[in-house]
């Protein structure tokens, strides 16, 4: 079985601050990891993802991850953040070969004007 | 495409009446699944369907919950009876297929019992 940690429930950040946001996981196979992000009264959308290769992955609106397998973890960083992060975001794992998705408990980011 | 389609977006309804929530998946994708989310307990997976047939219900939390899906384009998930601690929101997510492990997920129902 596969579990994900979010330690932080919520991150209150100055504007054009940088943030990190922490995952671990735990899982006794390989899995691909995600990043997704919830805007209030929304679904959540999927900002990033690994799944092979580089273990650093950028999002389009300059979120980046990176997987690291010896420390099961895959911290999401942002180095200037904007009002319009604000959001939760939830850490999630796939073990390779399913499509079983295991979410974390989500970060509430508060960005502060 | 116009994404995941959930209806209703809002529900209430009185304790012991039955409840029905309705999703259309995006075209062509052959995964489906429910979610609940709360305040408690987080993102709940509740079931998942694959190209139509029900793969994992562990979630389901008891009988008075089923889903189905008759044909690729449209599930539902019915809570009868209902209770207060049915509140919450629910959503659908579909994803493309085996290895695209992205799921795409619709605006949610969010559903009041009083």
């Known amino acids: 079985a596969q579990s994900v940690t979010q330690l932080d429930s919520q991150v209150p950040v100055f504007e054009e601050a940088p943030v990190e946001l922490r995952c671990n996981y735990s899982s006794s196979v390989s899995v691909y990891l995600f990043w997704y992000v919830q805007y209030p009264n929304q679904g959540l959308q999927l900002l990033l993802k690994?799944?092979?290769?580089?273990?650093l992955v950028e999002s389009i609106n300059g979120f980046e991850a990176e997987f690291n397998k010896s420390q099961t973890s895959f911290h999401l960083r942002k180095p200037s953040v904007h009002i319009s992060d604000t959001a939760e975001y939830f850490c999630a794992v796939v073990p390779g070969g399913y499509q079983k998705v295991t979410f974390g408990t989500g970060t509430k980011l508060q960005v502060i004007p | 495409d116009a994404g995941v389609i959930q209806s209703p977006r809002h529900e209430v309804t009185e304790m012991g009446q039955e409840v029905t929530l309705r999703c259309k998946p995006i075209?062509?994708?052959?995964?489906l699944f429910w979610y609940r989310q709360t305040m408690m307990r987080g993102l709940e997976l509740l079931i998942y369907?694959?190209?139509?047939?029900?793969?994992?219900d562990s979630g389901m939390p008891e009988d008075r919950f089923s889903a189905k899906m008759p044909n690729a384009s449209f599930s539902t998930l019915k809570i009868q009876p209902s209770e207060p601690r049915d509140s919450a929101v629910y959503f659908c997510a579909s994803s493309l297929s085996a290895g695209s492990y992205e799921q795409y997920f619709g605006p949610g129902t969010r559903l009041t019992v009083t």
């Open positions: 369907f694959n190209n139509n047939v029900p793969i994992d």
């Open positions: 075209s062509g994708h052959d995964y």
């Open positions: 690994y799944l092979s290769g580089s273990t």
